[in-house]
């Protein structure tokens, strides 16, 4: 076995991976490694190559903080674009030379004796584990495609695509479609490949919320401004800021507020669709709010074309050539794409990473569900911080805020436990339940939990713990500091009482 030593280990070379190597290396952190099964920068915006593929977040928000863009050429951005962007910051930030892709972490295991995490890794060097000090977990919830359970879809012959893992090289021109899923990802796909395909079924089982999306190209005198007017970015990416924050009050604590929300997806099923019947079918029965809401013009002038159907029957199962519908209904098909999200709160991924006693995570979330610590520290997972981690997911607005904040405070715990010459911290469970108590409470009267809707937000108990309720400065505010008080801590080989004692009075002096 050959072990590669590192002090910090990052698993993903996203948004959030790539951001923590950036402010890593920037506060004097260099000995780093990012490990990515990929072959690039990216992560989400890497995988997610599907027609139509885009941003729902403006383009000047949904960027680093220390990386502002004053080139991007449409007021939302889509993928190859974002795809770009990220490579582009870390090219200039050097941050390929301490990054292996084509690199999957297999297993993550957490040695007490030596307090390290052990990972075991597949790639193309002939290293097979890494032993690092400190564990972050930047792969994201929206990494592992849930492929749809559906009777008899593992004999289909034909095409079947998930949205995250498209296959560029199929040809869809003149072919039978079945796009399975409504939500983000496929309002997306379908209106692009209605344009080509011979006939599309689109299969809803739930109608979304959709807003009209106001997406332009930036005019070249805007680019210039951007360029060269001081502060006109934060100024732009403030006042998006705002206005999306009073759509989060709406949400956690009078979805009512909701209702001009409504009101303007109701008038785009209008201007889309003339047809009663079908502008029915699209009308959801749930509240504004409670799923993610999606934002997009042509969605349903699509479903409005003479090559386009909407079938709300109950899927049954698949042939080898067909979607056989609830009603007997026969659908023959070429190709499916299901557009059916991502395992977020039951991720396979939790299987690989083992804490105190070996235990995995998904073993402790399997009871309770997900829970964390300001969404980054779990107990009985020393040393290992997640970005994007329980609790702190977003309906309306950039998740580059969520994951900066978070990175305030991931630099704040090296810097306090390097200073104090601590070895081990694991946040406490007290702490951790006191923590995940309030969030609980907090979401008591918002729409994702009164909203009479089923989302990725939730999990198998019906708990919402993939969101973060509230503003996100909220989070922010709490996550400026690392909070010592909340950990158990060991510094060498001094009992954790006595580190603590020694590490309040080194971060009090400090
Ligand atoms: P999603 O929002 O979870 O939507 C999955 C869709 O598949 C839903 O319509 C769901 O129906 C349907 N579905 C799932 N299992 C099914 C089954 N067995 N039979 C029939 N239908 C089934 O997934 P997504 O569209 O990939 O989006 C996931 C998240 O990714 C988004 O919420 C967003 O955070 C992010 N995203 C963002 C953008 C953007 O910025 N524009 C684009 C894409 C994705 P039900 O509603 O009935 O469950």
Redesign the pocket.
């Known amino acids: 076995m050959t072990t590669h030593d590192v002090e910090i280990a990052i698993v993903g070379a996203g948004f959030s991976g790539l951001g923590a190597a950036i402010r890593l290396a920037q506060d004097d952190f260099t000995d780093y490694l990012i490990l990515d099964r990929g072959a690039d920068f990216g992560g989400t915006w890497r995988d997610n190559t599907y027609p139509g593929a885009?941003?729902?977040?403006p383009s000047h928000l949904y960027s680093y903080s220390f990386a502002q863009n004053p080139d991007w050429t449409r007021s939302y951005s889509h993928q190859p674009e974002i795809h770009r962007y990220i490579n582009d910051v870390a090219a200039a930030h050097d941050i390929a030379a301490n990054t292996w892709f084509h690199t999957e972490v297999t297993k993550a295991t957490w040695d007490e004796a030596t307090e390290t995490w052990l990972l075991d890794i597949t790639g193309d060097g002939d290293v097979d584990q890494v032993r690092a000090r400190v564990l972050v977990g930047a792969v994201g919830p929206?990494c592992e495609p849930n492929l749809?359970?559906?009777d008899g879809i593992e004999s289909f012959d034909g095409q079947l695509v998930h949205?995250a893992r498209w296959d560029n090289d199929y040809d869809f021109t003149g072919k039978r479609v079945a796009v399975?899923?409504?939500?983000?990802?496929?309002i997306?796909i379908v209106p692009q490949l209605a344009k080509t395909v011979g006939h599309l079924d689109v299969?809803q089982?739930?109608a979304p919320w959709i807003i009209p999306r106001t997406e332009r190209p930036y005019l070249p005198v805007e680019n210039w401004a951007f360029k060269n007017i001081p502060g006109l970015q934060n100024l732009i990416r403030g006042t998006i800021y705002t206005a999306n924050e009073s759509v989060a009050a709406g949400m956690t604590y009078a979805p009512t507020a909701l209702k001009p929300v409504e009101a303007l997806c109701r008038a785009n099923i209008f201007r889309g669709i003339r047809d009663r019947g079908l502008r029915e079918q699209v009308t959801p029965t749930f509240a504004v709010g409670c799923?993610?809401i999606l934002k997009s013009n042509e969605w349903y002038p699509t479903l409005a074309r003479d090559n386009v159907d909407l079938v709300t029957d109950r899927?049954a199962r698949i042939t080898s050539n067909a979607v056989i519908t609830a009603d007997g209904t026969e659908h023959p098909v070429d190709a499916i794409v299901v557009?059916?999200?991502?395992h977020v709160t039951d991720s396979p991924v939790f299987d690989t990473i083992h804490g105190v006693g070996g235990t995995s995570l998904a073993d402790t979330w399997s009871a309770g569900g997900m829970k964390g610590y300001k969404g980054t520290f779990i107990h009985g997972f020393p040393n290992m911080a997640l970005l994007i981690g329980p609790s702190t997911g977003l309906g309306h607005t950039s998740m580059v805020y969520m994951i900066e904040s978070q990175l305030n405070y991931l630099l704040d715990y090296l810097r306090k436990t390097r200073k104090a010459g601590i070895t081990r911290t694991e946040v406490t469970k007290d702490a951790q339940e006191r923590y995940s108590a309030a969030l609980q409470k907090k979401l008591k009267n918002s729409v994702w939990v009164n909203g009479g809707c089923?989302s990725?937000y939730q999990d198998e108990h019906g708990n919402i713990t993939a969101l973060w309720p509230g503003f996100t400065f909220n989070f922010r505010n709490a996550t400026r500091r690392f909070d010592i008080a909340a950990y158990a801590v060991t510094t060498g080989t001094l009992p954790a009482a006595e580190a603590t004692a020694i590490s309040d009075a080194v971060i009090a002096s400090a």
């Open positions: 885009a941003c729902d977040v929206l749809p359970d559906i949205s399975i899923g409504t939500g983000a990802s496929a997306q299969y089982r739930t799923k993610r899927i557009a059916t999200g991502f089923a990725w």
